[in-house]
């Protein structure tokens, strides 16, 4: 993967509509650097019975994006610092791309950001109806304040208004779970959220069990039939994660986001590696836990780009 693999903006925006019209299911994995963006994107487990699986696109995680940073998750993130990122992250893959948008700020802000991430070609955004500035859903020792869904409903209303293509969508994410609210409250909400013109819905939970996000979609898929609508749902098992994917795809479940992994991941190992090295006074015993610079050349596109540049050089006037 290289820039040289890049995908127009045009060409990525409708991407995720197309696979969502035609019935595929979606599986996302955390991205917040363009390395990590390389790596999600890149890996397979192949020779399954399904052939080979990979992840179908990324997810620009608020928290992982504020974390890597050095920031907490408080919407402290500068706006354009962030879709810095965001257009780091879209430069260096060619899938479905769908962007954390917090609560969205201020009207006006959100649909500055909307029209931003569509223009880039990013394929959606999702803001969720806390009240600005928001908490990490997952924090055990925040307030939560869910904003009135019919403030949020005109938030969602002018995001669908501000953009010029049917293609970028707009989920609106359900805190109502994470607040300590029912599952009748979050779908009171998502029938508010879609008439309003919400393209999908994200229903999140913080409980390690996942009976309340089963109650709320089988409510959801009545919700639908009563509005005669077809509106995919996400979910982001992060604490319920002995759950797959398939079995949340079975309830109806359209896209299934692996929201903070890889940040977590890197950094276990970043604090492994230190206090190896710090006990061992020298870095021979890491060896065999850091990925060779030679495979890091390689992922980045270092060596295509080299043979670009001897290929050119053979090349006369």
Known sequence: MTLLTHMLPETRRSQLRVRL???????????????????????????????DIQFDGVWISSLTSSASRGLPDMEMYILERRLELIEEIASVTSKVVIVDGDTGGEPSTLEY????????????????????????????????????????????????????????????????????????DALQRAHMYLLAGADGIMIHSKSRNPDTIYEFLTGYQALCHELRVNRPVMCVPTTYNMVTAKELFDRGVRIVVHANHLLRASHFAMRQVCETILRHDRTLEVD??????????????????????????????
């Open 21 to 51: 019209d035609r019935g595929d299911n979606l599986r996302l994995i955390e991205a917040h650097s363009g390395l990590s963006a390389i790596v999600g994107c890149t890996s397979q487990l192949a020779g399954t019975d399904a052939g």
């Open 113 to 184: 950001l909307c029209a931003r991430l569509e223009a880039m070609g990013v394929c959606a955004v999702v803001v969720e109806d806390k009240q600005h500035p928001k908490r990490n859903s997952l924090s055990l020792d925040s307030s939560h304040v869910l904003e009135d869904p019919a403030v949020f409903s005109r938030k969602i209303a002018r995001a669908k208004a501000a953009l010029k293509s049917p293609d970028f969508l707009v989920f609106a994410r359900l805190e109502s779970l994470i607040a300590g609210e029912s599952p009748s």
């Open 288 to 317: 065999n836990i850091c990925t060779p610079v030679s495979e890091i050349f390689q992922t980045v596109g270092y060596n295509d780009a080299l043979d670009r540049e001897r290929q050119s050089t053979r090349v006369g006037p």
